[in-house]
């Protein structure tokens, strides 16, 4: 909250002791790998273990040798400028052009460029393969790929083929989605830049990975789409201040039963961006002592973005303070990505029906079910599209620390991947001295993925069970649990197992069920589906 020399001074500090601590204590859990122990403690002793990202070796020059790379590749994303239409470009710019351009060569050149940016990584990137791996080696696993699927309570091998289970679930979606956004951009564009069949071309849509097409809703906004309400406009005409918005967000987990926020929240979050200093204003929920010291820290401006993430943010509160009687090393989620889902589950429930209660909307401003094509495709573009690009992004991973993709292969392998999964090319030719997995912040900065794409399948599963919990009748997407106090308890009753036990148990708790389901989500934007497929009739859908 307070960006300066001194803070940053003592923010790398004390980072460096948390991860010398983490290193010690996961050394000193890797010695009972192969011991047989007491489930609980065999639990807390695979929590110690699990909890390096990256580990590195026992021995202290190979592990300065990691640091520095690592220090060197995050450094290197960073710091990364592009030289654009006669001028340096940072990437935070860069995101935003990529949203608003629509001049293909302009797009093409701003992509290069910036993939450009990771090349130097490449040999960087080989060598803290060959150490981290051996770093898990002396922690009990055969490389880092093996570790990070091993977080999951089954063996990495089964929680892979769990992963591509559930994208089975989800395929047929994402491949009708892909099929009406490349006609859509083949009729801007024409055959020339977009052609009718095959893979999309990457830097047409609207984000510099591919990830989120939300920014192409214009040109993707199903024909005849009837007007609805703006959220904001209704926020503004309201007089909200952050201050209400977080005061509403809070009124939705009482409205389950949960209990107020201590009065400290209020006196210690960061709600407005200061005047009189630097602060970081991404968004992010906070528990300083594992008690009644919550926080969120965003710099709220009274629009319906925000409105949903102070929603979000709240969810990591809440489910903070509801494990905070579990001891320290499960006083987090059932697993990583719980945490990320129960905001995005109580951000779900922000519709018409909600807005209503709440007195935002009026009852005769709700519009018809049938207007709500047009607000499922724009959550399609954000949701459904990220799907198949999460997949890639840790399976190019495991496969490299495994082996099966060699160092002479990384970019191939990179194209491959998201050819299979996700249908899209690069704008140009590609080869070997380039490092396009780099390009991203999460693998320059060895951040895991598969966290997101779990979290958005369990986002929709959570919202069904509640909605079905609640007794809801009528369009999934149009329920709201706002107000119910059983779907509280069951939904309370799992986050208090915070990581205590196996995920099932927690999933089985709210949902009642022990299996993630993609097929919530399915059911939820089976409206949207239906019109996709009507619209798509008649054209050649897969890129094979």
């Known amino acids: 909250t307070y960006i300066n020399f001194d803070t940053e001074w003592l923010l790398q500090r004390s980072d460096a002791e948390a991860t010398e601590a983490r290193v ?91 993939h450009a940016v990771a090349a130097p990584m490449r040999a960087d990137y080989a060598r803290m393969v060959e150490i981290a791996n051996q770093g898990a080696r002396d922690l009990g696993f055969e490389d880092v790929g093996q570790m990070w699927l091993s977080n999951y309570d089954m063996p990495a091998d089964e929680m892979e083929r769990e992963v591509e289970r559930l994208w089975g679930q989800l395929a047929p979606f994402y491949e009708e989605l892909h099929c009406y956004a490349r006609a859509r951009l083949n009729a801007h564009y024409g055959d020339a830049v977009q052609p009718e069949t095959g893979p999309i071309r990457a830097d047409l849509l ?45 009124r939705f987990y009482t409205s389950l039963g949960l209990a107020e926020l201590p009065d400290t929240f209020w006196e210690r ?7 009189d200093r630097d602060v970081v204003c991404h968004a992010s929920a906070w528990d300083l002592d594992s008690r009644e010291d919550l926080r969120v820290k965003q710099c709220i401006q009274i629009n319906a973005e925000h409105f949903q993430t102070i929603h979000h943010e709240l969810g990591h509160n809440y489910y903070q303070r509801a494990y905070m009687n579990q001891p320290y090393l499960y006083q987090n989620g059932a697993h990583d990505g719980f945490h990320e889902a129960i905001g995005d589950f109580i951000a779900l429930n922000i519709t018409p029906e909600y807005l209503v209660e709440i007195g935002l909307l009026r009852r005769n401003q709700v519009p018809a079910a049938s207007a709500d094509i047009s607000l ?34 990384y970019n191939a392998a990179w194209w491959e991947l998201r050819e299979r999964y996700q249908g899209i090319a690069p704008p140009n030719a590609r080869d070997e001295t380039m490092f396009d997995p780099g390009a991203k912040y999460h693998i320059a900065n060895n951040v895991p993925y598969l966290r997101y ?19 809801w009748e009528g369009p999934l997407h149009r329920c709201t649990v706002y107000g119910n106090t059983e779907v509280g308890q069951r939904f309370n009753a799992m986050m208090e197992m915070g990581a205590s036990r196996p995920w099932p148990d927690a999933l089985e708790a709210f949902t009642g069920t022990r299996q993630m389901d993609g097929g919530a989500m399915a059911r939820y934007f089976q409206p949207l589906m239906a019109y996709m497929e009507e619209e798509n009739e008649g054209q050649e859908c897969g890129w094979d």
């Open 376 to 409: 499922l495709m724009e959550q399609a573009l954000g949701k459904i599209s990220f799907l198949p690009f999460a997949l890639t992004m840790d399976q190019w991973r495991w496969q490299v620390f495994d082996g099966r993709i060699t160092p002479d292969r």
């Open 453 to 471: 794409f779990l979290s958005y399948v369990l986002q929709f599963q959570f919202y069904e069970a509640a909605c079905q919990q609640a007794g």
């Open 206 to 250: 609207g984000n510099m990975w591919a990830q989120d097409w939300s920014t192409l809703m214009p040109m993707m906004r199903p024909r005849g789409a009837r007007a609805t309400y703006d959220t904001t406009a209704l926020l503004t005409r309201a007089g909200y201040t952050p201050v209400t918005m977080t005061e509403t967000a809070e």
């Open 269 to 275: 979050s960061l709600l407005e961006r200061p005047r």
């Open 24 to 114: 010690r204590l996961a050394s000193e859990a890797g010695r009972y790998a192969g011991v047989e122990l007491p489930t609980d403690v065999r639990r807390k002793v695979d929590l110690l273990r699990l909890s390096l990202v990256l580990p590195a070796p026992q021995g202290a020059e190979a592990a300065a040798e990691l640091s520095r790379i690592t220090t060197a590749l995050a450094s290197r994303y960073s710091t990364g400028t592009i030289d654009y239409q006669g001028r340096e470009v940072a990437l935070d710019e860069l995101e935003t052009l990529m949203g608003t351009e629509r001049n293909p060569q302009r797009l093409e050149e701003m992509w290069t460029e910036w």
